[in-house]
């Protein structure tokens, strides 16, 4: 996204994948998804940025494969009632991926949740 490029960002997800993201109460067709980020991807005042943190790769099975990471992300956009800022500091990343016959990886799931602060632990008495 931070690309602005939605065509490639189309070529990640396979044609029936599922989404789950931040604020969304159940999953929704990548297709949904996606049109929805492409129209967040058309405001040419927006500004984007995102940074990943470590990742964590690991295969499931000879053609599944589950990446983990976390992340932080920052839209800025100017709209009619000035500008509009969103910020994502820690969400974390789950995304499956499925290899094609044509030996292409393609995302089938990916969970966006928020995440506490990676260097933050919880506390407590045992």
Do not use: N
């Not at 470590?54 to 920052?74: C, L, P």
């Amino acid at each position: 996204m931070s690309g602005k490029s939605k065509d490639r960002l189309e070529d990640f997800y396979a044609p029936g994948a599922i989404v789950f993201t931040g604020k969304a109460r159940q999953p929704e067709p990548a297709a949904a998804a996606l049109g929805r980020r492409a129209r967040q991807l058309a405001s040419a005042s927006a500004a984007t940025s995102a940074e990943v943190g470590e990742m964590d790769i690991r295969i499931a099975a000879a053609e599944y494969a589950i990446a983990t990471y976390t992340y932080r992300f920052h839209d800025t956009r100017a709209g009619q009632g000035g500008v509009s800022q969103r910020h994502t500091l820690f969400g974390r990343a789950t995304q499956i991926f499925h290899q094609e016959k044509d030996g292409r990886l393609l995302l089938v799931h990916e969970h966006l949740s928020a995440a506490v602060p990676p260097e933050v632990e919880k506390s407590g008495s045992k």
